[in-house]
């Protein structure tokens, strides 16, 4: 866990660096964008990472496949909320998880821009900057402040959009408000923390939420699938709460198989 933090400790300063500079914009897809440091703090990561803790599978957003897993992953997301990193907006973080035998056992959250430090140990609790937190006891869905996300494949207007379109309809008047920050990774710290009373989002990829599920496990909260069965690496929807209010928002989802 040191060694995990001390690098992403060291890789927050190349972000802070790029996060002020001009940057290279590439695009993966009509909307899905990297830049150099996305690259760069990837592979710092990964060699500072891998000499560390040679026996796990480094499974990076870059360089890896979304569908690679191991017995010993650790996920990492360089840069979670590239959009916001582009456009200087201070919401977006690394995101590193440790998975064992398809359950996380460590987790490290950074937003170098706002110095926030997630972390969380399997059976060790969940901290901010080295300080417990605990999720919000909100249980009345109505006094729930919700964030969420929209997926990149929202430009096919295909079952991710019609999911997102159908849900909004759905949730939002039962809701205090839906939130839209723009790194998943962070949405899950806020909702670990209980500045969020919960949040919701579909087709994210194992390196937006590894380290998250664990930060809300660890601090009292509830994560699972659209459906209500615990949440895989993989699964369509994640829908992450304090646990008082999660049937109730599962309740609201749009069906996503026949979205
Ligand atoms: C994205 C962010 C965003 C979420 C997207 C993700 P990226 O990750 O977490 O909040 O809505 O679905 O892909 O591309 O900035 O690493
Ligand atoms: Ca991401
Ligand atoms: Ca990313």
Redesign the pocket.
């Known amino acids: 866990m040191d060694q995990v933090t001390a690098a992403v400790l060291e890789a927050g300063k190349l972000f802070r660096e790029g996060f002020e500079a001009s940057k290279d914009v590439r695009h993966k897809g009509t909307v899905d964008l990297v830049t150099q440091y996305d690259v760069a703090v990837e592979n710092l990561l990964k060699e500072r990472i891998g000499k560390s803790m040679p026996d796990h599978t480094i499974i990076g957003?870059e360089s890896a496949d979304e569908h690679e897993r191991a017995e010993k992953a650790i996920y990492i997301?360089p840069i979670?909320?590239?959009t916001n990193f582009i456009h200087k907006i201070p919401f977006c973080a690394i995101?590193i998880g440790v998975w064992e035998s398809g359950r996380p056992e460590a987790a490290v959250v950074y937003n170098p821009i706002l110095n926030e430090l997630f972390t969380a140990e399997k059976d060790k609790g969940a901290f901010c900057n080295g300080r417990p937190i605990r999720v919000s006891e909100t249980s009345d869905l109505q006094q729930s402040l919700l964030a969420t996300g929209f997926p990149y494949t929202k430009v096919e207007r295909g079952r991710d959009f019609r999911w997102v379109v159908r849900t909004m309809e759905n949730l939002l008047p039962y809701t205090q408000d839906i939130r839209r920050f723009g790194?998943?990774?962070i949405d899950l710290c806020y909702v670990a923390n209980g500045i969020l009373d919960g949040f919701y989002e579909c087709n994210l990829?194992p390196?937006?939420v590894a380290a998250g599920i664990l930060l809300i496990e660890e601090a009292g909260g509830n994560v699972s699938n659209h459906l209500g069965d615990p949440y895989r690496l993989g699964d369509p929807v994640i829908v992450a709460t304090n646990g008082k209010n999660h049937g109730k928002l599962l309740a609201k989802l749009a069906k996503y198989e026949e979205a």
Do not use: L, M
């Open positions: 957003e997301d979670d909320g590239t995101s790194a998943a990774s990829k390196w937006d």
